[in-house]
């Protein structure tokens, strides 16, 4: 699992090691880990040209001091400083070892092969300063590989947030942890690919966000025993589709019979339908009360203004509320549940539900998730090119998987009637949440592969997905 932490829990961490290493040390670890990954980047280091961009804080020393160690294996380094001060440590190490500072900084940007920004650091806000917009484009356009310290300039190490201008690097090498602003959309995009760095930092067993991978989601997957049938399995209710959106009921069921469960039950009037596709589907008119036993519902693809959620929502069970479903929330109903409730909402709807522009949500998707969860005392999913889920409490978890692909109408309705099912064979709310999320976007991925897709490609590579994840795990 990856694990995030936010910048103050960053800083009492360094603190707390500088306090037991000798002055210099820790920044030392992280220049050389930085060193090695740009040496690793240019293949062969002896004869390339580096230019460091160089702010005044800590980042600027480091990328100095790697600067350093790369001028002593042969490459040209030219330092470019954007600050008031540069580190002096470091600038002198940079000139012992035959660097220098660049007088022209465009001159020597055109001939570099690789550029390091050390512009700001995890604790720099509100986007690049003017004087340094002009030079990151510069480097930007000259085609050399462009390096982040710790996290691009310009970028919101704790939100993910880019108020303003930002560097776009090729790759980030972080140091101690990952911070949460590159897992995070708009700054995860300016990110490039991650390489984190360890320095030694001793940080607090819950972290502020998490990312799952493989073997994660594979011991949360639900596994029949011998024993089982499919009433043990968990049965998943769908109230979904209406006369104008069968579709979206189809769907809906489709990711449902994917997601673990041992049966689903549709209730609404796209029975046809959903038959049609699905002939394994118990069908019910409704209402949802009357339609038999479920371990969790999903309600709300497609639902228009066809009734059925307070219904649900009174209901002993777990629920999940989707799309039209939303709607029709009241906050202290959903509260008051004896059952957990989880929310799937994209940014539009999310942006209704707290009564803010989409705008808000979609630079703030952090902050906005976590809202949502307290207010509603619900599990959030945020769809969206970052999906997060979010609890009452714990940490929020970050989706890994998806493509933009998956933009396209009904990629929802399946990744509801996935969740529900998980949540009927009997995860935890912010499990199910994560691991749909996580295989929703591994199906996309591998429907995709560059090319676009409908909404049911997505449905008919889920037991691809879910073999793929438990492939690497030793004892599935």
């Not at 011998?226 to 109230?239: A, F, H, N, P, Q």
């Amino acid at each position: 699992m990856r694990t995030a932490h936010r910048v103050e829990t960053v800083r009492a961490a360094e603190a707390a090691l500088m306090a037991k290493l000798p002055e210099g040390a820790l920044m030392q670890r992280a220049a050389a880990g930085l060193a090695a990954a740009c040496a690793e980047l240019l293949g062969r280091v002896y004869g390339a040209r580096v230019v460091l961009l160089v702010g005044s804080g800590d980042n600027g020393g480091d990328a100095l001091y790697a600067g350093a160690r790369l001028a002593r294996r042969g490459a040209g380094v030219s330092a470019v400083l954007l600050g008031p001060r540069a580190h002096e440590g470091g600038l002198a190490a940079l000139r012992g070892a035959g660097g220098r500072v660049a007088d022209d900084p465009y001159a020597v940007l055109e001939r570099a092969d690789l550029v390091v920004d050390g512009i700001t650091g995890i604790g720099g806000r509100g986007g690049l300063r003017p004087e340094a917009v002009p030079v990151v484009r510069a480097a930007r356009a000259s085609g050399a590989v462009l390096v982040a310290v710790d996290l691009p300039s310009g970028v919101d190490a704790d939100t993910g947030e880019v108020a303003g201008e930002a560097v776009r690097a090729d790759a980030t090498v972080s140091f101690g942890t990952w911070k949460p602003g590159l897992l995070i959309d708009p700054a995860r995009a300016c990110a490039g690919a991650v390489r984190l760095v360890g320095i030694g930092l001793s940080l607090p067993p819950v972290p502020d966000l998490e990312a799952l991978q493989h073997a994660d989601v594979a011991r949360l997957l639900p596994e029949p025993a011998g024993e089982s049938d499919k009433y043990r399995r968990g049965v998943v209710g769908v109230v979904a589709g209406s006369r104008r959106y069968p579709g979206a009921a189809v769907l809906a069921v489709a990711g449902a019979l994917r997601g673990g469960a041992g049966a689903v039950r549709y209730v609404g009037p796209a029975g046809d339908a959903v038959l049609a596709r699905h002939p394994e589907t118990l069908v019910h008119d409704g209402p949802p009360a009357n339609a038999g036993r479920v371990q969790a519902w999903v309600i709300g693809p497609g639902l228009g203004d066809t009734p059925g959620v307070e219904d649900v929502l009174a209901s002993d069970v777990p629920v999940l509320v989707d799309a039209d479903g939303l709607r029709q929330l009241d906050p202290p109903a959903v509260r008051s549940r004896p059952a957990p409730t989880v929310l799937t909402p994209h940014a539009g709807e999310a942006a209704a539900l707290l009564g803010v522009a989409r705008e808000d949500v979609e630079s703030r998707r952090l902050d906005a998730v976590r809202e949502l969860a307290a207010r509603y005392g619900a599990t959030v999913l945020l769809k969206g090119s970052t999906t997060l889920v979010a609890a009452a409490d714990g940490p929020v978890r970050v989706n890994p998987t998806g493509t933009a692909w998956l933009a396209t109408a009904g990629s929802g309705d399946v990744l509801s009637g996935l969740a529900g099912s998980l949540l009927a064979a009997g995860l935890a709310p912010r499990d199910a949440a994560s691991v749909a999320a996580y295989l929703h976007g591994l199906a996309a991925r591998r429907a995709a592969r560059g090319a676009p897709i409908a909404a049911h490609d997505v449905a008919a590579e889920l037991p691809g997905a879910w073999r793929d994840v438990t492939s690497t795990h030793p004892d599935r």
